[in-house]
């Protein structure tokens, strides 16, 4: 699982990015593992395994149960990877992406917009024709601004994200099967 792209990028927003965390996060995954086990055969401090372990936890990608040792009354915590969460929260964020990204080519298709020459900020047409086609921070007269090209950027985004996000699903069918 830690071979795919999405799913090792999206890991490392969750844990910090080095291989200290690769190793518990590897450990983990496919396996029912106590937090000691995982420091054990990664060589890795106790603390370092639970702390990357809650962060895990608290973003729903880990769950632990806890059982009481009936010899000397300390808790055991054997975790568990949660491979559907990952799965659904990228998908969640591919949607919320696919959307914004729709959302801005809906409004750059829409609008006009004009620029300023001097500090190159831009504006829609409302905006612009409020402040009579001058730039409302040091006076400049607008210029119109073609947005083709930032279309074009926008839709290109859009089917590369939607191709990712189509590789990523057949990668996931093919683990499951």
């Avoid at 929260?89 to 729709?102: A, D, G, P, Q, V």
């Amino acid at each position: 699982m830690l071979k795919i792209p999405l799913i090792k990028e999206y890991l490392f927003e969750v844990v910090e990015k080095n291989e200290e965390n690769l190793k518990i996060i590897d450990c983990l995954i496919n396996n029912k593992i106590t937090d000691e086990k995982i420091a054990e055969s990664t060589n890795i401090k106790i603390n370092t395994v639970r702390k990357i372990l809650y962060k895990l936890y608290d973003s729903h990608l880990a769950t632990y149960e806890r059982n009481k040792d009936k010899e000397t009354n300390w808790f055991t915590y054997t975790w568990t990877f949660d491979n559907e969460n990952i799965v659904s929260e990228l998908s969640f964020r591919h949607e919320t992406k696919i959307s914004k990204l729709e959302d801005i080519l809906e409004s750059e298709e829409n609008n006009s917009f004009y620029i300023c020459p001097k500090d190159e900020n831009r504006f829609d047409f409302a905006v612009a024709l409020q402040n009579k086609f001058k730039c409302p921070n040091c006076s400049t007269e607008l210029n119109w601004h073609d947005n083709e090209y930032r279309i074009s950027i926008i839709k290109e985004k859009i089917d590369a994200s939607i191709s990712e996000f189509n590789d990523f699903e057949k990668l996931i069918k093919n683990l499951k099967t």
